[in-house]
């Protein structure tokens, strides 16, 4: 852990020292950059609204009033550099100053209680401004279930005779059988797929519970991996499952976009995404009568309490 000084003047220095802690402690890369963005756009909002440039200064009255401005002012309407308008460019989104929801201003709280805790049990700060913030209570909506009609007419869709749709049409089918994360299975080695156990290998250096564990898969998705296998390996000489048609590590978000794609040519009025697959997963092996703490180390979550809060009440 590195060593806080006292005094902070500038927000980066707190912010610097935060995340130099969170790699120590190594953090996911996602986590750290959820961190990072979050904690920077507090900090230009400080330093532009309120005219503050140290984390010493906050107060709970600035926490909850950076909360309701991020509320008000809508999604992509405030950003944490320059550099973010020209690589994204946020005004072109159609979803461009909309209502921020819910889970995302949590999410923000949360990051913040974490990055002002490590400040007080450091000696940065002599009081954490963010302790007496509760979370924002709002309703959670119905999780969207993807009916077998528009599976079979998205899965009917793909051209089996072209390489990158046939390679998606596994992953799609994979995704189903196992409920494993996208990022997962799009990181998956030939040799992780054990097909005399009809089981897939998670290693924990993919696995974002830090853990090993262990999915398993039907006959049919037996029967699917071993000629995707045999088919891939004509082809390309690396380990990776899933690859591009150059070979390359096939990314979490080029499947989203082709996600769209397929959607769209097989004429369904709703997209199916990567989580909702895994969600359908959930909600199907809960509704055959299987136990939610088996659901749990299939799923791998944390605690078989992360699984109880996504699913009770919601079937």
């Not at 979050?38 to 909002?45: A, D, Q």
């Not at 006959?219 to 048609?245: A, E, P």
Request: proline share 2%.
């Amino acid at each position: 852990m590195p060593r806080v000084t006292k005094n902070i003047l500038k927000f980066d220095d707190s912010i610097n020292d935060f995340m130099i802690h969170c790699s120590n402690k190594d953090l996911r890369p996602k986590t750290m950059k959820s961190y990072e963005s979050t904690i920077g756009l507090f900090s230009k909002y400080m330093e532009e609204e309120e005219k503050i440039f140290s984390s010493c200064s906050v107060t709970t009255k600035h926490i909850k009033n950076y909360l309701k401005f991020t509320v008000d002012r809508g999604k992509y309407s405030y950003i944490s550099s320059l550099e973010t308008i020209y690589s994204n460019n946020p005004a072109n989104r159609k979803d461009f100053g909309k209502q921020v929801s819910m889970w995302t201003v949590n999410n923000y709280l949360r990051n913040l209680k974490v990055f002002f805790t490590f400040l007080y049990e450091n000696g940065a700060i002599n009081t954490n401004a963010s302790i007496p913030i509760r979370q924002y209570k709002h309703s959670r909506r119905p999780k969207n279930e993807i009916k077998d009609i528009d599976f079979n007419k998205l899965s009917k869709g793909l051209d089996l005779t072209k390489y990158e749709e046939y390679r998606d049409y596994i992953i799609i089918q994979l995704l189903m059988d196992t409920g494993m994360r996208i990022g997962e299975c799009l990181n998956l080695k030939t040799d992780d797929v054990l097909l005399d156990k009809k089981a897939i290998f998670i290693p924990s250096e993919i696995n974002k519970g830090r853990k090993d564990r262990y999915v398993f898969f039907s006959m049919t998705i037996w029967n699917y991996l071993k000629r995707w296998i045999d088919y891939k390996d004509r082809y390309f000489s690396n380990n990776n499952l899933f690859c591009t048609t150059r070979g390359s590590n096939f990314s979490v978000t080029n499947l989203e976009k082709n996600l769209k794609k397929y959607c769209i040519k097989s004429g369904l009025e709703n997209n199916i995404t990567c989580h909702q697959i895994r969600n359908n997963f959930a909600k199907r092996f809960l509704l055959s009568g299987r136990d939610i703490f088996t659901l749990s180390k299939i799923l791998g979550h944390s605690s078989v309490t992360v699984t109880e809060n996504t699913w009770a009440g919601k079937l």
